[in-house]
């Protein structure tokens, strides 16, 4: 509907032919365009995961059990299981 009542406006001005070609070359590809098309891109989106934030966690927390295993700190095997058994249930899910 615009494109007919430009196409009316530009033979009424007596415009240029070839700007009216390129006009309607350009109507044409927009008719053609599809929106779903425009939607649409190469990548793989995923869900959100709390996964890798656990596992960050786990990891800091082994680093900070084995640091507290060198300097003899008292409960340090606990927290080196616990960070342990964390991260390698946190691996396997």
Not at 24 to 42: A, F, G, R, V, Y
Not at 54 to 59: E, F, Q, R
Request: glycine share 4%.
């Amino acid at each position: 509907m615009l494109g007919n009542t430009l196409n009316l406006y530009f033979k009424v001005q007596g415009s240029n032919p070839w700007l009216l070609l390129v006009f309607q070359i350009m109507m044409q590809k927009l008719k053609n365009l599809n929106i779903t098309s425009c939607e649409q891109h190469p990548f793989h989106l995923v869900d959100p995961s709390p996964w890798p934030i656990m596992v960050s966690l786990s990891i800091f927390l082994l680093t900070l059990s084995t640091v507290c295993c060198f300097h003899y700190t008292e409960s340090a095997s606990e927290l080196f299981m616990g960070s342990f058994l964390a991260l390698v249930f946190f691996l396997i899910r």
